[in-house]
């Protein structure tokens, strides 16, 4: 069974079409890159696998069940989207990474101290990392603390939106490895510009002039 299905979807912003009548089945075990021109609505058109943008027509459809059928808050336990620029909820970067775990939505409970210095570790951040100060981290360290707080969380699908904007090219080159490494999620899709990252996807998607075209990879 797909993991996603998008049937005839439509997508507007302003009563300017971002995407017109797109049909696509997206499978597990995928990572899609989507690349495009700025001001393309590619952020938009990840919003709508977990319904913070809803489409305009059309239906999207998760593991065979419509979207709109489910509860905002188990879709959003399931399919996580990381934003390019995270925002961190605690004083410190351990509280910040057990943040979620507090909230009644997510029902795990908490990583251990072994999970949390690994899921540091993996993103190139020591573990004594756990007591630094969230306000003094830099832009690139909250967003490896962003993605390893998603990763913590386990979830089945894993979105990104510019995910190594703020890397130095060593990680960037390596980030999906070491999202790998600490989680495997059934389906990841992320946007970006960065073609290392992009060759690195099953599958590379441009989204331009309203539609959704399949590249070569």
């Given at each position: 069974m797909a993991i996603f299905q998008l049937e005839s979807v439509s997508i507007k912003i302003q009563?300017?079409?971002?995407?017109?009548?797109?049909?696509?089945?997206?499978?597990?075990?995928?990572?899609?890159?989507?690349?495009?021109?700025?001001?393309?609505?590619?952020?938009?058109?990840l919003k709508i696998f977990n319904r913070l943008w809803e489409p305009t027509t059309g239906e999207v459809l998760f593991e065979g069940k419509p979207l709109t059928s489910l509860e905002h808050t188990q879709l959003r336990r399931e399919?996580?989207?990381?934003?390019?620029?995270?925002?961190?909820?605690?004083?410190?970067?351990?509280?910040?990474?057990?943040?979620?775990?507090?909230l009644p939505r997510f029902k795990q409970a908490p990583p251990g101290e072994k999970s949390l210095q690994k899921t540091l570790q993996a993103m190139s951040l020591p573990s004594s990392y756990l007591e630094k100060n969230s306000s003094e981290l830099s832009g690139g360290e909250k967003q490896r603390v962003a993605i390893a707080r998603s990763l913590l969380l386990k979830p089945k699908v894993l979105l990104l939106d510019e995910p190594t904007s703020a890397l130095d090219q060593d990680l960037s080159d390596s980030l999906l490895d070491c999202i790998l490494?600490?989680?495997?999620?059934?389906?990841?899709?992320?946007?970006?510009?960065?073609?290392?990252?992009?060759?690195?996807?099953?599958?590379?998607?441009?989204?331009?002039?309203?539609?959704?075209k399949k590249m070569e990879v």
């Open positions: 009563n300017q079409p971002v995407l017109e009548k797109t049909d696509l089945t997206i499978s597990r075990d995928n990572i899609i890159g989507i690349s495009g021109p700025s001001g393309a609505g590619k952020t938009t058109f399919v996580i989207l990381l934003f390019q620029e995270p925002l961190l909820f605690g004083p410190l970067v351990r509280d910040d990474l057990l943040y979620p775990f507090s490494h600490v989680h495997n999620p059934q389906l990841i899709i992320f946007i970006s510009h960065d073609q290392k990252l992009l060759a690195g996807a099953n599958s590379h998607f441009r989204l331009e002039n309203h539609k959704l």
